[in-house]
């Protein structure tokens, strides 16, 4: 555990060291679970949202993306039923004045459960080598069934308490499990209470005519009320999407893990609308399509696996995360949610507009069915910066810190270093850049001896370090250095722009997933 918190330290500070991620308004020591996205950070943010984008809206003829607003009209946010179920339960530490989320104090409680169980299957698979037979073991071994019959229950309790607003329950549940205060250890809790997790603003400049609106807690709602528009525009027929990315905001009770929760934060969201009854087929394909996506850029398969929903969100009638392994173990990265005509209907009733679909085939007039998939923008790029910062020991026994991104979202896709500052090899290099340049981000680095300048590309997650030397001034040639294999490569300065793309190409990566 201690070798995690250091893991997420260290991811912390290198986000900060590189140029990635800053405290929001940091000269005023930070405004809490607010962040800013540095030079690098807003390049990778960039790539990962376009990585989404291209791979939602240019690869499905059937989908299209749009851009709502943030500020939308507060009855969208009674329709949807934000105003009166957008809460978390939370639970206040008498000792040490903290406040948590009942529901996360006792996930994790369950999720301790799955890992003394999984330590049991370690242990005997140690044992027993090639002979280990998981499932057996799984299904026969005392101490295994005991820790997931009992967490099991305790999941399914949880669920049937939140569903039913049974706080008391919640709060009972803690109790007896004996939760402590994760910080402290004191056990003196408060009851339960529901609180409201959206941001009110106003609008209008008198203190008599404004009127109270919210910042959008989700971007799935400019997509519901743009229905009929984009429909009708794009003429558009079942099943099709229609995908955004946008800034949402939700007055998170604890918000603790960087950029895991945070009060603002982007989501990349995408609603596909399918006729009535055919939902839970199109919610089994975008589980698949999801993680194919996620398996492209090759963090890692074994850092994946789905959570089936125990508690299903009031619209929903199927739900599952992707998790992800985050440095502070797994944890959701992503929802698909299949929402039925919960919002439509809603939307038809709080507008008085029809929000519906004639379907020629059947020649049918109804509310579509909706699958949606949403993930958080900020939550994956801590995905992909966690699971990419490595320590190396080399093997002249010297080690190097190196930030192994995917080529794809990179924020320097090249670095183009002259071996020294004269001679000619400046110039050179800058007319490589102004070739390059038009395709890839590629950046100019001439500091320091050229083993420093490789360390630092190497920890900034550049792919590929071009260097400059004498001989290229004569033969047109450079040396391509890459970073995660630390090969060098004698190639002509007209082959580079290829090289590049190779690494970089977006059909190569989303292509074979
Ligand atoms: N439209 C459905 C919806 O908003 P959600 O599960 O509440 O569902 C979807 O949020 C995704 O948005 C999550 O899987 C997560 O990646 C991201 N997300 C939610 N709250 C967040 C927060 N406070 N900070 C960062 N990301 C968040």
Redesign the pocket.
């Known amino acids: 555990m201690a070798k995690q918190e250091d893991l997420f330290k260290n991811v912390i500070s290198h986000a900060k060291e590189y140029g990635y991620i800053f405290a929001s308004s940091e000269i005023y020591d930070g405004l809490s679970?607010v962040y800013d996205y540095g030079q690098n950070g807003a390049e990778l943010k960039k790539n990962i949202r376009e990585y989404w984008w291209k791979s939602m809206v240019q690869l499905h003829q059937n989908i299209v993306g749009i851009d709502a607003s943030i500020l939308m009209h507060p009855k969208t946010w009674k329709a949807s039923g934000h105003v009166d179920a957008f809460n978390d339960p939370l639970i206040d530490n008498k000792d040490s004045k903290k406040r948590y989320r009942a529901d996360v104090l006792v996930e994790d409680y369950a999720e301790k459960l799955l890992q003394k169980a999984q330590k049991e299957i370690d242990k005997a698979k140690k044992r027993f080598g090639d002979a280990f037979n998981e499932e057996e073991f799984v299904s026969t071994n005392d101490r295994v069934i005991r820790y997931l019959s009992q967490r099991k229950e305790i999941l399914e309790r949880l669920g049937r308490s939140l569903t039913n607003e049974d706080l008391v329950d919640v709060k009972a549940l803690i109790e007896e499990l004996e939760i402590a205060d994760p910080d402290t250890g004191s056990k003196n809790w408060t009851d339960v209470r529901q609180f409201n997790l959206m941001f009110g603003t106003k609008m209008g400049a008198s203190a008599d005519t404004s009127s109270d609106l919210y910042l959008r807690?989700?971007?799935?709602?400019g997509i519901f009320v743009n229905f009929s528009n984009v429909q009708k525009t794009g003429r558009m027929k079942i099943p099709f999407g229609i995908a955004q990315t946008g800034k949402?905001f939700?007055n998170?009770i604890v918000?603790r893990q960087f950029?895991?929760?945070?009060?603002e934060?982007?989501?990349m969201?995408m609603q596909f609308f399918v006729r009535p009854g055919e939902e839970l087929k199109w919610y089994e394909h975008w589980k698949e399509t999801r993680l194919k996506w996620h398996y492209s850029l090759n963090l890692g398969e074994e850092n994946y696996r789905f959570h089936d929903h125990d508690k299903l969100?009031h619209y929903a009638n199927a739900a599952a995360?992707?998790e992800f392994n985050f440095p502070f173990g797994f944890k959701?990265?992503?929802?698909i949610?299949s929402?039925t005509d919960f919002d439509l209907k809603a939307h038809e009733e709080h507008s008085g507009k029809k929000l519906r679909f004639f379907d020629p085939e059947l020649n049918e007039n109804y509310v579509p069915y909706v699958v949606?998939t949403?993930?958080?923008?900020?939550?994956?790029f801590l995905a992909v910066l966690s699971s990419s910062l490595k320590d190396e020991t080399l093997e002249d026994g010297s080690s190097r810190t190196v930030l192994k991104l995917p080529a794809i979202l990179a924020p320097t896709k090249a670095a183009i270093l002259p071996l020294v500052k004269k001679d000619g090899l400046p110039e050179l290099a800058q007319e490589i850049i102004d070739e390059l340049k038009w395709n890839f981000k590629v950046q100019y680095d001439e500091k320091d001896a050229i083993g420093r300048r490789y360390r630092r590309q190497d920890a900034a997650g550049t792919p590929l370090c071009i260097t400059v030397d004498h001989d290229s001034l004569q033969d047109k040639s450079v040396t391509v250095r890459y970073r995660d294999t630390m090969i060098q490569k004698r190639v002509l300065i007209s082959e580079l722009a290829s090289i590049i793309d190779a690494e970089v190409n977006f059909k190569k990566w989303m292509g074979n997933s």
């Open positions: 679970a807690p989700e971007t799935a709602q949402a939700r998170e918000a950029i895991f929760r945070m009060r934060f982007e989501q969201e969100a995360d992707i959701e990265l992503e929802g949610h929402r949606e949403s993930i958080g923008l900020d939550r994956m």
